[in-house]
């Protein structure tokens, strides 16, 4: 997402030191509801994290401008470390020889809300799910508006095809001119109800409808252009247009004033999304962030852009898959967004971002989506829903509460473990079932604020249902989303600062046997010898969990005896001894032989009473 | 959300709104032009009634060119004319409404969509919740009769009005408030059942719509705003006090609350040039600290006011067991709680 520098910017950054030589550097994460920004500075030649201070996004009025957030948080820093940071609004760069100033500042946003994007023309369900997965790492919605004679093309080639399954949300009743016409009015209601930032035409023109499903969404955003003249921030709309090449010109032309084509590759195949995703990132940074308020203060105060939240923790998730030879797994619960990246140790990379789903403004639309029931499957006390639903509206209004209670706290991790689980369910099915994570890391304010870690761990258990053996790291600091932008101005800090202060939380090694547990019966015997050479063994009964105490900075050997039909990664039964020692953490050693996929009790009382004994086993 | 003007009660702020009475609507004419002083009752929009049957009959053609309607615009003196002749509160001639003014001030713009911008020196109270598009009206105070909810809906219900009532809503206070014509309701509180079943719609995906104002302007027309929220609090004596300093004179309400574009509910009272002077001017200090009066948004208080004693130096851990910086604060009814931050809204 690299931008042009402005003139002012160009100066600023003529005035700053080389990033890679930084003594201090100043990251800022600006999230939809908290802004946390963390000094770095060298400590005995290592980067370490100094002090961090946190703070409200200021995007709505009274504060409307995005810098004023992040000097408030700045100001706790200031009181703490004694340094001065912000002169007269101004940040102070380079650091100065009294130590005030930071040599390096840089920034992530993800606040301002998603990048809202329509698909247009033949869009069948497959090209919209390929649009869907070229914009899955970024904070983008999309919804599919198939052309109205392509829908009903589809619909009659259907209808000769015996046995074929009629299209998702399409009337089996014939395509009558005056069907089509009030399907054409629908998609102008809707065009003008979801307010899109931006348009894809897709289709190749080579389906019964011909080239009418494109000239019908050029068509359509004409007329919407009509309709909504008084919206002047919606038209021109930036349309990228992915359809066949031979009608670029001609849609151009039809189109005129009503938008601004981009011609991207023809959208065919999986092989082909990258164009899609480039165009897309670029789209976000110019209709979203750098619409931001304040957003021309933070371009000048900062040494690199801006990028998107969920862009520097997939440099960061990769980076450690690549170093450490590990498949890695992250986890970001955040108020207006769920993101879940997948890095292999091969270099694979499978991102999800679930736009507009969260546990704060984006609490609303999880509920329409998993509905109460979902929730209340996770509560061990009976709640309505109507108190759920007051709950999400109060929490929506007001996204940076805290739970004063018990009650409000085991609701919002009831939620946060709904958004994991539907951002987990996005992704391209199978890929997270046969993804075995070696480390999962999670962050976002409802897990790095769980009063227990435990409560933590056996979210995260709950929702991303693992298997085998691997480890549970939580980002108490918030510092993982703000690692990547580090990096990309200075790797060696982002290194450091990862290794000796954000991945200090970390809640224990976990092991997971699946298969065919046995019920009532003891699934797994688990035999663990200290560096101290004491032994304990443990046999795990299907259906439960235990913890075998094992702290921080402990290490222990470990082997696994799973009963005939239970697997614990290396086939039914198999009898596994790690080769190396595994480490402990805020939790212990968690054993979950609950069984996957987790199925709750249907009985309400039982489910109720199982999920108070997890809690208490694992100690949350 | 923050209060959009800093707290919920602003005795005196300068405003500029745009009077749009909600929905897109085709035919809007500015009855006004910039520069131009308006009175509360003054007609300021001309609207044709909308015809949904637009010409979208058939399948659209290659060839149509992108077209750009203009509107129609008006010259000042035949505005001026219009103003000085007709009055807002009247009935529309068929086929078409005009729409008052319902603040006092000077015309600033005129929008695309033939919405007039007003800049006006007002005393705003802005809502936690609400819903239904801008109406302007006569603000009226709902004396309650003795015997309860039953009683009081007996009582008449001056058409065109925006109604206050102190205590909290309840369904068939609005269904009897709708049927008597009333433009708008100002009240404490109401069960969120009893809200989106009067409302017909779903009060999650009202205030979460990418599109809220198109929204708000196909529910019942009847606007609402709620002082205290959901439940069943009633409004705080000083503000019901403030509002019956200003029964009988023209206000203007807007329901309008949206998440995606954070906005809350707004009941705007144009000040005279004598009240705008007697009032004190104040910049809203939005810092939680010893003296200010808050509300509680959330917990086992949520909606209750009161005023912070003091700040804990040290985050504090709260019954749920999260660590957060916390105030010790004096509620109305005289009970001390410990708060955290994060869920006090500054309302003064």
Redesign the interface.
């Known amino acids: 997402m690299q931008t042009q520098l402005n003139q002012q910017e160009g100066q600023a950054a003529a005035h700053r030191k080389d990033a890679a030589a930084a003594n201090s550097i100043l990251v800022a994460d600006c999230g939809s509801v908290l802004t946390k920004v963390s000094l770095l500075g060298l400590v005995e030649g290592q980067y370490r994290l100094m002090a961090r201070g946190e703070a409200?996004t200021t995007?709505?009025?009274?504060?409307e401008d995005i810098t004023r957030g992040i000097a408030q948080a700045i100001n706790e820093i200031e009181l703490v470390t004694g340094r001065q940071i912000i002169v007269d609004g101004h940040l102070l760069e380079p650091e100065q020889p009294d130590g005030n100033g930071v040599d390096v500042f840089v920034a992530t946003i993800s606040a301002g809300?998603p990048l809202?994007l329509v698909v247009l023309g033949a869009a069948s369900p497959a090209l919209t799910d390929l649009v869907s997965q070229a914009v899955s790492g970024l904070y983008a919605e999309t919804q599919a508006l198939p052309s109205?004679?392509f829908t009903a093309s589809m619909a009659a080639g259907q209808l000769t095809q015996p046995g074929a399954t009629p299209l998702p949300g399409v009337s089996p009743l014939p395509w009558t001119?005056e069907r089509?016409?009030l399907e054409?009015?629908r998609q102008?209601d809707r065009l003008?109800?979801?307010?899109p930032h931006a348009a894809i035409i897709v289709g190749m023109a080579d389906g019964p409808a011909g080239a009418t499903p494109i000239?019908?969404a050029c068509?359509?955003l004409?007329?919407a252009?009509?309709?909504?003249?008084?919206k002047?921030r919606l038209f021109p709309l930036p349309v990228l247009y992915a359809a066949a090449p031979q009608y670029v010109e001609?849609s151009r032309r039809?189109?005129?004033?009503?938008g601004e084509v981009t011609r991207l590759d023809p959208l065919v195949s999986a092989s082909n999304l990258s164009p899609i995703s480039l165009a897309a990132s670029s789209l976000y940074e110019r209709s979203i962030l750098r619409r931001l308020p304040g957003s021309e203060t933070l371009w000048s105060w900062s040494s690199a852009s801006p990028v998107a939240t969920a862009t520097s923790l997939s440099s960061l998730v990769r980076f450690l898959a690549h170093h450490y030879t590990m498949n890695v797994m992250a986890v970001d619960a955040g108020g207006a967004n769920t993101t879940l990246l997948l890095a292999g140790e091969r270099g694979e990379f499978i991102p999800m971002v679930k736009a507009g789903i969260g546990v704060g403004?984006g609490l609303?639309?999880l509920?329409?989506r998993v509905g109460s029931q979902h929730i209340s499957r996770w509560l061990p006390f009976d709640v309505s829903d109507?108190e759920l639903?007051?709950f999400?509206?109060?929490?929506?209004?007001?996204?940076?509460?805290?739970?004063?209670?018990?009650r409000?706290?085991q609701i919002s991790q009831a939620f946060a473990r709904e958004a994991i689980l539907l951002t987990a369910e996005a992704l391209k099915a199978g890929a997270l079932s046969n993804f075995s994570p070696d480390l999962i890391l999670a962050t976002g304010g409802v897990l790095a604020?769980a009063?227990?870690p435990a409560q933590a761990a056996l979210m995260l258990l709950d929702a991303l249902q693992p298997r085998g053996v691997t480890s549970l790291v939580l980002d108490r600091t918030l510092l993982f989303q703000q690692l990547g932008a580090i990096a990309t101005v200075n790797p060696v800090a982002a290194v450091q600062v990862n290794e000796n202060d954000a991945v200090t939380h970390r809640l224990g090694t976990c092991v997971i046997p699946y298969g065919t547990l046995p019920p009532d019966q003891i699934a797994l015997r688990v035999v663990v010898e200290y560096s101290n050479g004491r032994q304990v063994q443990v046999e795990v009964m299907s259906g439960s969990i235990e913890v075998v105490p094992l702290r921080l900075n402990e290490q222990a050997l470990l082997t696994l005896y799973p009963a005939q039909t239970v697997d614990v990664g290396l086939g039914p039964g198999e009898r596994a001894r790690a080769a190396e020692e595994i480490d402990g953490g805020l939790v212990g050693l968690i054993i979950d032989a609950r069984g996957r996929p987790l199925v709750l009790p249907a009985d309400k009382a039982e489910r109720q009473a199982r999920l108070l004994q997890w809690s208490q086993a694992i100690g949350a | 959300m923050a209060y959009p003007l800093g707290w919920s009660v602003r005795l005196q702020v300068v405003v500029r709104r745009e009077r749009w009475p909600g929905g897109s609507r085709a035919g809007a004419v500015a009855l006004v032009y910039p520069g131009q002083t308006v009175e509360p009752d003054q007609p300021v929009i001309r609207l044709k009634r909308e015809e949904r049957a637009e010409k979208l009959g058939g399948l659209p053609r290659l060839s149509l060119p992108a077209v750009t309607r203009k509107l129609p615009a008006i010259q000042p003196t035949q505005a001026h004319h219009l103003s000085d002749t007709q009055t807002a509160l009247a009935v529309p001639a068929l086929g078409e409404e005009t729409v008052p003014a319902g603040l006092r001030g000077r015309v600033v713009d005129v929008t695309a969509r033939g919405g007039v911008v007003i800049e006006s020196q007002v005393m705003a109270i802005q809502g936690v919740l609400g819903a239904g598009p801008q109406v302007a009206g006569v603000l009226t105070l709902w004396q309650a009769l003795d015997g309860g909810a039953a009683r009081s809906i007996q009582q008449p219900i001056p058409p065109g009005a925006i109604l206050v009532v102190p205590g909290p809503l309840s369904f068939l206070l609005l269904r009897h408030a709708l049927n008597s014509g009333v433009v708008g309701i100002v009240a404490s509180s109401i069960f969120l059942r009893d809200l989106e079943g009067f409302l017909h719609a779903d009060l999650l995906e009202l205030v979460n719509s990418p599109n809220a104002e198109d929204r708000q302007s196909r529910l019942p027309p009847l606007t609402i705003m709620l002082t205290e929220g959901l439940g069943s609090l009633a409004m705080p004596a000083r503000l019901l006090q403030l509002l019956r300093c200003y029964q009988g004179r023209v206000a203007l309400l807007s329901g309008f609350t949206s998440v995606r574009r954070p906005t809350l509910p707004e009941l705007l009272i144009s000040l005279t040039a004598a009240e705008a002077e007697a009032l004190p001017s104040q910049k809203p200090d939005l810092a939680l600290a010893p003296g200010a009066r808050v509300r509680i948004c959330s917990g086992d208080y949520c909606g209750r006011t009161g005023e912070i004693l003091s700040l804990f130096l040290h985050r504090q851990r709260l019954p749920s067991g999260v660590r957060a910086h916390a105030a010790r604060v004096l509620l109305e009814e005289g009970e001390v709680v410990v708060v955290a931050l994060a869920c006090l809204d500054r309302i003064g």
Do not use: D, F, Y
């Not at chain 1, 995007?59 to 504060?63: E, G, I, M, N």
């Not at chain 1, 999400?392 to 018990?406: E, G």
């Open positions: 409200p995007l709505a009025a009274p504060r809300g809202r109205p004679t001119p089509l016409a054409w009015r102008l003008r109800e979801l307010q000239q019908e068509q359509l004409v007329n252009a009509q309709e909504q003249r008084e002047t001609a039809l189109i005129n004033g009503a403004s609303g639309e509920l329409k109507e639903r007051q999400v509206l109060n929490t929506m209004l007001h996204p940076h509460v805290v739970p004063s209670n018990q409000e706290l604020h009063p227990r």
